[in-house]
Every structure is written in C-alpha cells, then in structure tokens.
C-alpha cells in the first residue's frame, strides 16, 4: 500500500509558479507510475500530467503541455509538479495519484489505485 501526500499549494497570482509535491510512503514507490490530476468546483477531476516508473515517458494534458513539468525522485518517494505561467483557469484542488504499470489508460482516474487528499491551488488574475 502506497500513503501519498501533496503539498506546495497556494494563492499566486497569473503568471506566476508554484511547485507541487507528493511525497510517498513506503518502500514501493518505484513501481508505480504517477500522475497528477485535478479538478475544480463543479467539474470532473481531469488528467493534469503523468510520469512512468523510471521517469522515461511522460504525457501531459494539451492545458498543460509547455507549461507544466512532472518529474520524480524514486531516492526520496516524491514526484513534482512546476508550474509556470499559471492562469486563473488553474484553479482547482491538485491531487497526485499512484498506479500500477501498465495498469489501465493512463488519462483515466479509475486507472489509480492511490490518491493523496489533494492540495489546492488558486491563481488569481
């Protein structure tokens, strides 16, 4: 079982930058795949930006591809997400999620198996 907890979130204003963090637990991290999602009042969680197990492939949503950057360190059980260039349409609650590899399609919630308590983030214009 995998415990993930994000951190790093907070009021900005547009065009600014923010560095998120999920740190994990335990000594499993390397197996899983990571992804960040996020999701906004009122709207569905949507697919935000993913990683592979060894950091060799990455995908990233078309609203956050150029802007945003996924990375992780498996010595430390933590993934990344920077943030640049933020616009108020970034606002929502970010949540990192943990899935088996290849598991199910990498856009879809259902897909993780663990999700951290989500840190929000609001960016205002």
């Known amino acids: 079982q995998v415990q993930l907890v994000e951190s790093g979130g907070g009021l900005v204003q547009a065009g600014g930058s923010l560095r998120l963090s999920c740190a994990a637990s335990g000594r499993t991290f390397s197996m899983y795949a990571m992804g960040w999602f996020r999701q906004a009042p009122g709207k569905e969680r949507e697919f935000v930006a993913y990683?592979?197990?060894?950091?060799?492939?990455?995908l990233y949503a078309d609203s956050s591809e150029g802007r945003f950057t996924i990375s992780r360190d498996n010595a430390k059980n933590t993934v990344y997400l920077q943030m640049n260039t933020l616009k108020p349409e970034d606002t929502a609650v970010y949540y990192c999620a943990a899935k088996f590899s290849p598991g199910g399609p990498v856009l879809v919630p259902a897909s993780y198996r663990y999700w951290g308590q989500g840190t929000q983030v609001t960016v205002s214009s």
């Open positions: 990683i592979s197990r060894s950091a060799d492939s990455t």
